[in-house]
């Protein structure tokens, strides 16, 4: 299975505002999955963000269209989230809605009840 990780800022940007503030050993998680992956830097790929778009809506569609390359039955989509929708324009629960348009394999890992 081939890792690829799409992020919607430069990579000091995309830290500061997506990863760092959770603390603990998050910054330490994304570098040790980045080192197996291919990054994907939406600005450095798409071109600017236009005018009215939502960095993380656009990022979340980039990613589900990169997905649909292989063939929309092959997408399955897994997400670790806590099934809250206060993280705003395209956070998890947008893309939870939007892979459901795309394909019925959804995992959702519900943080509410992992480490219960």
């Known amino acids: 299975m081939r890792l690829e990780i ?3 800022f430069d990579e000091p940007t995309f830290l500061a505002g997506s ?6 050993s998050w910054r330490a998680r994304y570098f040790a999955a980045k080192s197996k992956a291919t990054l994907h830097v939406m600005p450095d790929e798409l071109g600017p963000l236009p005018a009215g778009e ?3 809506e656009r990022d979340n569609q980039w990613m589900l269209e990169r997905a649909a390359r292989f063939g929309d039955e092959k997408i399955a989509f897994i997400c670790l989230w806590n099934g809250e929708g206060g993280d ?4 998890a629960k947008h893309l939870m809605e939007e892979a459901g348009r795309k394909t019925t394999r959804i995992y959702w890992l519900d ?3 992992l480490w219960d």
Not at 19 to 24: C, T
């Open 54 to 56: 939502n960095a993380y």
């Open 88 to 91: 705003g324009p395209g956070g």
């Open 111 to 113: 943080t509410r009840k």
């Open 19 to 24: 990863v760092d503030f959770a603390g603990g």
């Open 6 to 8: 799409y992020i919607p």
